[in-house]
Each structure stands twice: as C-alpha cells, then as structure tokens.
C-alpha cells in the first residue's frame, strides 16, 4: 500500500513566521503535489514537483516556495505566514506514467495562522 | 481553463436507495478519470479509475464514461449511511510532458437511515 505522511495533523502559528510542512511517501513516486482545500473552493494545487530538485508553480504559488532535495520528500514553506493562508494542506504522489496517474492523498496538515 | 464541473449538493438519498454522481469536464483530450470519496476533516481516498468508455463496476461502485458526451458518472448502491461523504470529480489533464489532476469541488452525499 502507498503511504503518504505528513509532518503534522494540526498546526497554530502565528502572522510572519516562517513555517515548514513536510511531506513524506515510501512507494517511489516521482510525482508529488501540494494541494490547499478551503471550503466552497475545492482542492487547489499550490506545486508540484516531477523529479528531485524540480518543482512547477501551480495554480497558486503566490507567498509559498517548496524544496524536493530527497525523492520520497517534498516540503512546502510559508514564508511569512498570513491569516489568508490559513487552510488544510495535503500532499500528494503518484507514478508519471499515462494510465497511473492516481494520486495518493497525506492525512493533511490544518493549519491555523493567528 | 480546463474544468471539471460537479453539482455541490448536498445530494440525499435513503439507506438502500441509489445514489448517483455527475460529473463534466472540458478538455476533450483526457483519458483518465477518478472518484475520490472524502469524509469531512479527512484527505481524500481512491474510489475508483476508469480509462475507457463504459461502465467499471467494483462492488457497490460503478463509474460510467462517455467522451464523447465528456461526462462521467459514479452509481452507488444499496447506499450505506458510511457513504456519507464528499466526492470528488478528478481528470486527468495534459499539459507538457505529464498529467495533473484536476479536481470539481465535489458533491455532499448524505445517506439517510
């Protein structure tokens, strides 16, 4: 079975700082995703990464970054947290070939921004 | 903008009864298609793929496809109050070299005892 973890379940923090959500899958996908899901707005992917050391904007990047230095890991970074940003974030993965591209969901991180 | 478009809901059915979800998608060239059940505070989970035009049953579940009409539906059941839940629409969308997903916001299926 695929596994997807994420760093933390639940996560309070406040405006400006810094904060790491880390993401971890053990089956070798090269695939993985960040997602943001707010209610009435659906799933809303935020990055995703095809290959170590790679990573392409999603719909919206905007005040996020990500780092993808080991394949079974991809890291989502806040900047300088906002209230706005505020959310429940999940991490994805999946195989990159057509006809595999099931993607894998992490437990989520709901993150509270004070 | 490629989308996929679900009817939010809440959609309620009687335990027993069956409950069907519909979903439509813009970009003509997709090939593969996935239901996604989320229960509320959770992360989505795999219902079913389906690839080819038809129907796929798996157990309770059948997922129908028709490109042509570029719309795919998922059938449940003998619906259970467990089946309560969020489903998600999601399709495959190509751009570049791979496929991303692209997900409808999902319709509330409440199963009624």
């Known amino acids: 079975d695929v596994k997807v973890t994420q760093s933390s379940r639940y996560l309070v923090k406040r405006t400006g700082e810094k904060v790491f959500l880390e993401c971890v899958q053990d089956?070798?996908?090269?695939?993985m995703f960040w997602y943001r899901q707010d209610p009435g707005l659906g799933l809303r992917l935020i990055y995703f990464?095809?290959?170590?050391?790679?990573?392409e904007k999603g719909d919206i990047p905007e005040g996020y970054s990500v780092s993808r230095e080991k394949k079974e890991r991809f890291s989502l970074i806040l900047e300088s947290a906002s209230t706005n940003q505020t959310s429940m974030y999940l991490c994805?993965?999946?195989?990159?070939?057509?006809?595999?591209?099931?993607?894998?969901f992490g437990p989520g991180t709901r993150l509270l921004v004070l | 903008q490629k989308e996929v478009e679900q009817n939010s809901g809440p959609l309620s059915v009687p335990e027993g009864a069956i409950a069907s979800l519909n979903c439509t998608y813009s970009?003509?060239?997709?090939?593969?298609f996935f239901w996604y059940r989320q229960y509320s505070g959770k992360s989505p989970e795999l219902i079913m793929s389906?690839?080819?035009?038809g129907d796929k049953e798996d157990g309770r579940f059948t997922a129908q496809l028709n490109k042509a009409s570029q719309y795919v539906s998922l059938l449940i059941r003998d619906s259970q109050p467990s089946d309560s839940a969020t489903y998600l629409c999601?399709?495959?969308?190509?751009?570049?070299?791979?496929?991303?997903?692209?997900f409808g916001k999902g319709t509330k299926l409440s199963v009624k005892p």
């Open positions: 089956m070798d996908h090269e695939n």
């Open positions: 389906i690839y080819s035009n």
């Open positions: 990464s095809y290959d170590v050391k790679m990573k």
């Open positions: 970009d003509r060239v997709s090939q593969s």
């Open positions: 994805a993965s999946s195989l990159p070939t057509a006809g595999t591209e099931t993607q894998y």
């Open positions: 999601a399709v495959v969308s190509y751009g570049g070299s791979q496929g991303n997903l692209i």
